[in-house]
């Protein structure tokens, strides 16, 4: 008996058994129930995706002699077809006869009729590949077919193909094939044949092929030879180079935690191992990915790369904005990987990257935590003296904590609008970006420009005691001056927390709402060091201030 591969064993022989592409198998029956067959078609698509397999199964259908049920399988065109031997269904691949003498020999053959079926076909895949004589050898065929001949074309990179020969074609885009649709498949065949295969091994493999049916039973294939047809997850990482879920999960918390060494040992081991990187990188993309979407929905339903206690357990240690900074930074490093002969430095460095950044927020955190402390410290020796000044009649001392109100952050708020934004962002961006840093640098990094008008500037920053320290009328108005010498901003900074932020744009939403908001707040600037120190006096009128014009003082030339 012959020994096929699965994939060839369990291609699809009828329209029924194609899976993933549902609209091109609706479109085709319905072309050949009703007759309405065109003389050429392109199917395009990635490879794997069953574009050759659905050429056939028209081929078939086409000279089947039971339209209703076409290909039936079982009238003697479609037998001759199943074993491969019908004289009218002719196959090319353009890759091993791209020349245009093989082409002509094709055209001269089409204009002979059909020795068994209604219908001459030719299937020509990888048709991107013929010679650009070939191709306009083919083109001419396309202009003025003979009735009795159907093309269909199939390629993986129709941008190659003509365009004249793309516009003579009935076009077909084939889909990647759905990987819950490519993980059913598979278990469907596992328990034809007989295989062990864990529902978790069957998803890996669907990830893995990307798309490719043919790839997947390949794989599957493979991996019950590897098995002894028990096939577990892990018999997919060993092959594959793959890590487990929870080692990823554990390299990420390595990275979460600060444990450098912990990282390093790692990365090391899925080197000596033979890991590959570039999955690894996707692969954590995609469990950081299914975090901050379990964190914002708390649907199971949604994940796509780690169960639900998983989620759970990585949404409980970061926070959705984190954890899109790291996507964003692994995203970066996978592109690196192309131009790259060592992917698994760049890995390294920028998982120390993620680790180092996220070790200094936690100190920022840790800091403002401190921060908190010395205030409330602060506060309760006030309060202390309170008392003591209670008893003594004497007026209690004033808490200063620079906090803006409602009204006033609204007002600021109504005279701001994009344009003002959109430049002070740029010269914002150019000072912050420069290679000086210093405390006013520092207070600018840490907050983020939010709104701004024609004299004023709102940012938002990470903490209420970051706002306080640039609200405070000396620091104020330092960073007032220092923005105007530097960059000549002549604007007010006003700095809101986070939480006042939000609920300054929900009040401002309601009031706008219902036609109650405030006026534009005109701000009363600073006055700037050389407006303070104005033009230098002459001597004598100096002099006639200090002792009168009719003084006993005379100034002499």
């Known amino acids: 008996m012959k020994n096929e591969a699965l994939y060839q064993k369990y291609r699809s022989q009828t329209f029924d058994e194609v899976v993933g592409q549902e609209y091109i198998v609706q479109s085709i029956k319905n072309a050949v129930r009703e007759n309405k067959i065109g003389h050429a078609y392109l199917f395009c698509g990635p490879r794997g995706t069953g574009k050759t397999t659905m050429a056939r199964i028209l081929a078939r259908a086409v000279n089947c002699e039971h339209k209703e049920n076409a290909p039936c399988g079982e009238c003697e065109n479609c037998k001759a077809a199943l074993e491969g031997n019908h004289p009218d269904i002719i196959e090319i691949n353009a890759a091993n006869e791209t020349h ?176 590959d990187i570039t999955r690894l990188t996707s692969d954590l993309i995609n469990a950081l990915k299914d975090s901050v979407i379990y964190t914002n929905t708390k649907k199971e339903a949604l994940l796509r790369s780690i169960n639900v206690t998983q989620a759970e357990d990585l949404a409980s240690k970061i926070k959705p904005r984190q954890a899109l900074s790291m996507i964003e930074e692994l995203m970066k490093a996978r592109e690196l ?22 070790t200094e927020e936690v100190i920022e955190k840790k800091q403002v935590k401190k921060e908190k402390k010395v205030i409330e410290e602060k506060k309760e020796e006030v309060q202390k003296e309170e008392i003591v000044y209670e008893e003594m009649e004497l007026p209690k001392p004033i808490i200063e ?73 000396k620091m104020n108005q330092e960073l007032y001056e220092y923005l105007y010498e530097n960059i000549e901003l002549d604007k007010m900074v006003y700095a809101l927390s986070e ?55 005379e100034v002499h030339d």
């Open 401 to 473: 904590e620079p906090k803006l109100t409602m009204d006033f952050i609204l007002g600021l708020l109504v005279q701001c609008d994009k344009e003002n934004k959109s430049k002070d962002a740029e010269k914002l961006s150019t000072l912050v970006n420069g290679l000086v840093t210093d405390r006013y640098i520092a207070a600018l990094k840490q907050s983020k420009l939010m709104a701004s008008g024609n004299d004023c500037m709102i940012v938002v920053t990470p903490s209420q005691a970051s706002a306080n320290n640039i609200n405070e009328a």
């Open 100 to 275: 245009v003498e093989d082409v002509r020999d094709l055209i001269d053959r089409a204009r002979l009729a059909p020795m068994m079926g209604k219908k001459k076909i030719y299937i020509v895949d990888e048709v991107h590949q013929l010679s650009s004589s070939a191709a306009s050898a083919l083109l001419k065929t396309l202009e003025e077919p003979p009735e009795h001949v159907i093309f269909v074309l199939a390629t993986t990179d129709p941008q190659k193909l003509l365009k004249t020969i793309i516009s003579r074609c009935q076009r077909f885009d084939f889909s990647k094939v759905a990987t819950d649709k490519i993980k059913k498949h598979l278990l469907d065949i596992a328990s034809n044949e007989n295989l062990k295969l864990e529902e978790s091994a069957a998803l890996k493999i669907a990830q893995l092929a990307d798309g490719g049916m043919r790839d997947a039973l390949s794989m599957l294939e493979q991996a019950s030879s590897y098995g002894n047809g028990d096939i577990k997850e892990k018999d997919i990482d060993a092959i594959y180079g793959l890590t487990s879920t929870t080692e990823k999960l554990e390299l990420l918390q390595a990275i979460l935690e600060g444990d450098l060494a912990s990282l390093l040992e790692r990365i090391s081991l899925y080197e000596a191992r033979g890991i």
């Open 337 to 358: 990987y192309k131009g790259s002969q060592s992917a698994s430095n760049i890995f390294e460095v920028t998982c120390m990257k993620l680790l180092l950044n996220d």
């Open 499 to 553: 939480e006042e932020y939000k609920e300054a744009i929900e009040a401002f939403k309601e009031r706008r709402a219902s036609g109650n908001l405030p006026e534009a707040i005109t701000i009363e600037k600073y006055k700037k060091k050389e407006e303070e120190k104005g033009e230098e006096p002459d001597p004598e009128e100096k002099l006639k201030d200090l002792f009168g014009k009719e003084g006993l003082l």
